[in-house]
């Protein structure tokens, strides 16, 4: 039987529809409804049971978290700030009502702490398990919106946090294997570069911006396609916290791979001006802790290149896919 992949679906939705002239769709972490003299952004993601996460390895604590970083992540990438959200709810009926009444109670929390108000939403019974839906409605300034689309040969290519941990977090956990708290963490109960998006977002010398949700390697190429250009990635400069190097030890894999496939690290990928890229990095780390690391260059080739310590790095890329999940 014929399939649609994810990029299928995308695809075919984006060539059918044409849009208003102030309104930006389909192909960003968000769309963008140009209102004079503010923009309004919107995302939305959907969250699984047994695809995206597992109940067992959650507390309803760090599921509330994660669904709401995921979809304040793509806020945070467009450069803007999230104002409301709107919550989808499937729930089984074999789900105990403490663990729903916590989620709940967590989901009002973590809106309370990260300044944005639940609007409404929309609760079903699911046959098949527990389906998270959440929308957020955010803002920013027109000159702050960054896309995906405007990256320029010789930019610098920027990564905001470590890479690969999420993954490594996520495989510890079904390999059942203890410790790696903080790996774990990252897979279950991530934290949206809400602050840092922001201000890169007010950073005339950032040209483009997404997040890392599908991993390094395959968040690149999104990118690099979206602006038509190609890149160097040094894998050498890759940042790897040293929990994921103690890991992939533990789990015997590589880390660069785990690195370079990894998703769900919610960190921030960019690009910048040559020229305004020390000033930038200075200004950044006077004001952050979170690593900030130049791993590539923005190229003409089109495509993607790896490099390491300046030669040609070969990579058979295998897409990681959560549990089960196929499309
Ligand atoms: P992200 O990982 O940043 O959440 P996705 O890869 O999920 O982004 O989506 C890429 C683009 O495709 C986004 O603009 C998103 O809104 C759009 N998209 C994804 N699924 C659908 C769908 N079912 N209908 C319309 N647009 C979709
Ligand atoms: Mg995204």
Same mark, same amino acid.
């Given at each position: 039987?014929?399939?649609?992949?994810?990029?299928?679906?995308?695809?075919?939705?984006?060539? =059918? &529809?044409?849009?208003?002239?102030?309104?930006?769709?389909?192909?960003?972490?968000?769309?963008?409804?140009?209102?004079?003299?503010?923009?309004?952004?919107? !995302?939305?993601?959907?969250?699984?049971?047994?695809?995206?996460?597992?109940?067992?390895?959650? !507390?309803?604590?760090?599921?509330?978290?994660?669904?709401?970083?995921?979809?304040?992540?793509?806020?945070?990438?467009?450069?803007?700030?999230?104002? #409301?959200?709107?919550? $989808?709810?499937?729930?089984?009926? !074999?789900?105990?009502?403490?663990?729903?009444?916590?989620?709940?109670?967590?989901?009002?929390?973590?809106?309370?702490?990260?300044? &944005?108000?639940?609007? $409404?939403? =929309?609760?079903?019974?699911?046959?098949?398990?527990? *389906?998270?839906?959440? *929308? &957020?409605?955010?803002?920013?300034?027109?000159?702050?919106?960054? #896309?995906?689309?405007?990256?320029?040969?010789?930019?610098?290519?920027? +990564?905001?946090?470590?890479?690969? /941990?999420?993954?490594?977090? +996520?495989?510890?956990?079904?390999?059942? @294997?203890? /410790?790696?708290?903080?790996?774990?963490?990252?897979?279950?109960?991530?934290?949206?570069?809400?602050?840092?998006?922001?201000?890169?977002?007010?950073?005339?010398?950032? *040209?483009?911006?997404?997040?890392?949700?599908? $991993?390094?390697?395959?968040?690149?190429?999104? +990118?690099? /396609?979206?602006?038509?250009?190609?890149?160097?990635?040094?894998? /050498?400069?890759?940042?790897?916290?040293?929990?994921?190097?103690?890991?992939?030890?533990?789990?015997?894999?590589?880390?660069?791979?785990?690195?370079?496939?990894?998703?769900?690290?919610?960190?921030?990928?960019?690009?910048?001006?040559?020229?305004? #890229?020390?000033?930038?990095?200075?200004?950044? @780390?006077?004001?952050?802790? !979170?690593?900030?690391?130049?791993?590539? @260059?923005?190229?003409? *080739?089109?495509?993607?290149?790896?490099?390491?310590?300046?030669? +040609?790095?070969?990579?058979?890329?295998?897409?990681?896919?959560?549990?089960?999940?196929?499309?």
């Amino acid at each position: 039987m014929k399939k649609l992949s994810e990029a299928d679906i995308i695809r075919f939705l984006a060539n =059918d &529809v044409s849009l208003p002239s102030n309104v930006f769709g389909i192909g960003d972490d968000a769309a963008v409804i140009h209102r004079g003299d503010y923009d309004e952004i919107i !995302t939305k993601d959907l969250l699984i049971e047994n695809q995206h996460f597992r109940l067992h390895y959650s !507390t309803p604590a760090e599921l509330a978290k994660k669904a709401l970083h995921v979809n304040l992540s793509d806020i945070a990438a467009m450069g803007g700030v999230a104002d #409301y959200i709107f919550l $989808g709810l499937s729930v089984p009926l !074999t789900l105990s009502p403490e663990w729903l009444e916590a989620f709940l109670h967590h989901v009002q929390l973590e809106c309370q702490h990260e300044n &944005v108000y639940l609007l $409404g939403g =929309d609760t079903t019974y699911s046959p098949h398990g527990l *389906t998270i839906s959440i *929308t &957020v409605i955010g803002h920013g300034m027109p000159s702050s919106i960054k #896309y995906r689309h405007h990256a320029k040969v010789s930019d610098v290519v920027c +990564l905001l946090g470590f890479t690969g /941990d999420a993954h490594a977090g +996520l495989l510890l956990l079904e390999k059942n @294997i203890p /410790d790696f708290e903080s790996l774990k963490k990252c897979s279950l109960a991530p934290t949206a570069l809400t602050k840092e998006g922001r201000w890169l977002g007010a950073q005339p010398a950032v *040209t483009a911006m997404m997040d890392t949700s599908d $991993g390094i390697f395959i968040d690149l190429k999104h +990118l690099c /396609d979206a602006s038509r250009v190609g890149a160097i990635l040094n894998i /050498d400069a890759l940042p790897l916290s040293p929990q994921l190097q103690l890991a992939c030890d533990r789990l015997q894999i590589a880390p660069i791979e785990c690195a370079l496939i990894g998703g769900e690290d919610y960190g921030l990928l960019f690009t910048v001006k040559q020229e305004m #890229y020390h000033v930038l990095h200075g200004d950044f @780390i006077k004001q952050f802790d !979170t690593p900030f690391n130049a791993i590539g @260059i923005v190229t003409n *080739t089109g495509h993607l290149e790896l490099k390491e310590h300046g030669e +040609l790095y070969h990579f058979n890329y295998k897409p990681f896919s959560h549990f089960n999940e196929n499309i």
